[in-house]
């Protein structure tokens, strides 16, 4: 496979005594190998009995087998392992395992892979190891070492092993995350794939918070984190004021809003119909929207849009808005109508008739309603939404609506909101007010908020480090990219070990609660194609 040969090595035998360390001193450091251990816990009953029948046929085997006296001490010490381990289980009440054991090698020679095996199998034999090559019917034996498996492999006989054995095979900690329904953020000091899934019930919430100087590889990490949880299923969307993620989102077929895209807000939708009284609450909603921004006659505004939908045939009726056939197609399901038949806040304008209200109106479509008063342009229900922030950065009031009311549609599912360079939005109190009210309750409503800036000290310029000290406490996943800073100044204190000036391009720590993992970006050639950048975050 890929021009290499692989075999599977499978552990027979294994003396309670051993050690992992046992086992790992021998394996080769110039060989490519995985070592995959599966454990099970069962029935102490089941097991005396089984250790009983085994008893039996160690006895046997010791009358028939040949004279070689290393076969006789093998077999001899067999005997004395099931007998301690039975009394483990019936004197000391310890927990029964089954354990698997399988080594897997692979080698562009076949000839140096057969020598070593042989080679190899001489030392377990030595430690009182007995092992088998596996045969080419052993499929579950390659499946095995994939980085998720999840069935126990039906290779040889389990081995049955105690508590006490069992701690003495695991003495070892492993700096990795390996969720089983996560996405892969990079690979760990040891070339393991490390896998995240932010949404795991284990985890307090899934808000993150991303830091890394100018070309540290932070937006490319944030750009892999999307297209990964893109492919997932996640709805993600995406605060974009630099228009970095205009390209990718169209590659990936999303839909980018206030660019040269429309959302009508007079258009009634499915969530719409849910109320009783739809359109009175669609009309007072719309007024409640315009006077956010302007003081306007709220009286004269409900009337002009109730009698301009009522021009368009839309009424308190449901079935005002549903269609029931397309040409000779009789549709069984609710349908509504086209957007192109909602009337918009276009239409409104030369509906309305008093010089004032028209002023305001007009004023309004010309600057922070300008892409929420024509029908309706983007493709709904997707699951990545870019928001070009740039052309509305300017409209304070109008950003901070949309980040109130962001995840308000998407509540049945798992949402992740992004927020990219937040530092440029946090120069305004409202938003940023709006920023710190999601991390403390996004979480009960299936989401979630990841902020991406270059400095940990952006959240402490305002309110005295008020902001900074509630968002970090309410994310639980931090990821740190090069930084120079000064260590007085950082509110984490890392390991010795971690020193994030030393990091190189592409290099990040992910942080949980107190935990550390360094990781390496990498990225495949699909995701090169749609973010359409060269790997450099991978090159030195």
């Not at 095996?117 to 090559?133: A, D, H, R, T, V």
């Not at 932070?218 to 605060?239: A, D, V």
């Not at 038949?341 to 007009?362: A, G, M, R, V």
């Not at 900074?468 to 990821?479: D, E, P, R, W, Y």
């Amino acid at each position: 496979m890929d021009n290499k040969y692989i075999t599977n090595l499978c552990i027979k035998t294994l003396p309670e005594t051993i050690y992992f360390s046992d086992i790992f001193k021998i394996l080769p450091y110039n060989f490519q190998y995985d070592f995959s251990i599966f454990v099970n816990k069962i029935d102490a009953i089941k097991a005396i009995n089984d250790i009983t029948y085994n008893i039996g046929s160690t006895i046997s085997d010791l009358k028939t087998i040949s004279q070689n006296s290393r076969d006789i001490d093998i077999i001899d010490r067999t005997k004395e392992e099931t007998l301690e381990l039975r009394k483990k289980i019936q004197t000391e009440n310890q927990e029964v395992y089954y354990l698997n054991l399988i080594i897997t090698f692979y080698s562009y020679n076949f000839n140096e892979l057969v020598k070593f095996l042989s080679e190899f199998k001489s030392k377990l034999y030595s430690k009182g190891i007995l092992s088998e090559i596996t045969n080419f019917r052993h499929k579950d034996a390659y499946l095995s070492n994939l980085p998720i498996y999840l069935k126990k492999p039906k290779l040889l006989k389990d081995i049955v092993i105690t508590t006490d054995a069992l701690s003495n095979l695991f003495p070892f900690f492993k700096n990795n995350v390996m969720d089983i329904n996560g996405i892969i953020i990079g690979k760990n000091n040891q070339n393991q794939i490390c896998k995240l899934d932010i949404w795991d019930k284990k985890y307090e919430n899934s808000n993150m918070c991303i830091f890394g100087s100018s070309g540290s590889g932070k937006s490319f990490f944030t750009k892999l984190f999307c297209i990964r949880n893109y492919i997932q299923g996640t709805c993600q969307i995406i605060l974009d004021i630099e228009e970095e993620y205009i390209s990718m989102c169209k590659s990936l077929r999303g839909q980018v809003m206030f660019d040269n895209s429309y959302y009508n807000i007079m258009q009634i939708t499915y969530s719409d119909l849910e109320k009783q009284n739809y359109l009175k609450e669609k009309v007072n909603k719309i007024v409640s929207f315009l006077s956010i921004f302007r003081n306007i006659d709220k009286d004269y505004f409900y009337n002009k849009i109730m009698s301009l939908y009522n021009l368009y045939e839309i009424t308190n009726e449901r079935n005002s808005v549903l269609i029931s056939n397309i040409g000779d197609k009789v549709i069984l399901d609710e349908v509504i109508r086209d957007k192109k038949d909602f009337p918009s806040l276009t239409n409104l304008l030369s509906y309305i008739d008093d010089e004032k209200q028209y002023t305001i109106l007009s004023d309004l479509i010309d600057n922070e309603l300008k892409y929420l008063s024509q029908s309706t342009t983007i493709i709904e229900n997707s699951n990545l939404y870019v928001i070009n922030t740039k052309n509305i950065i300017m409209y304070p009031k109008l950003l901070q609506y949309i980040l109130k009311n962001i995840v308000n549609q998407k509540q049945k599912h798992n949402t992740l909101v992004i927020i990219d360079e937040v530092w440029k939005y946090a120069k305004i109190e409202d938003i940023l007010d709006e920023i710190f009210s999601l991390y403390k309750t996004i979480r009960k409503r299936n989401a979630a908020i990841m902020c991406i800036t270059q400095d940990v000290n952006d959240f402490f310029e305002y309110k005295n480090g008020f902001y900074a000290n509630s968002i970090l406490n309410n994310c639980n996943f931090k990821v740190f990219f090069k930084l120079t800073y000064k260590e007085s100044n950082m509110y984490i204190k890392f390991p010795q070990k971690v020193n994030l000036k030393l990091l190189d391009k592409g290099e990040g720590v992910l942080c949980i609660n107190e935990n550390y993992l360094k990781f390496k970006v990498e990225i495949n050639a699909f995701e090169r194609e749609i973010i359409n950048e060269n790997d450099s975050c991978n090159k030195k």
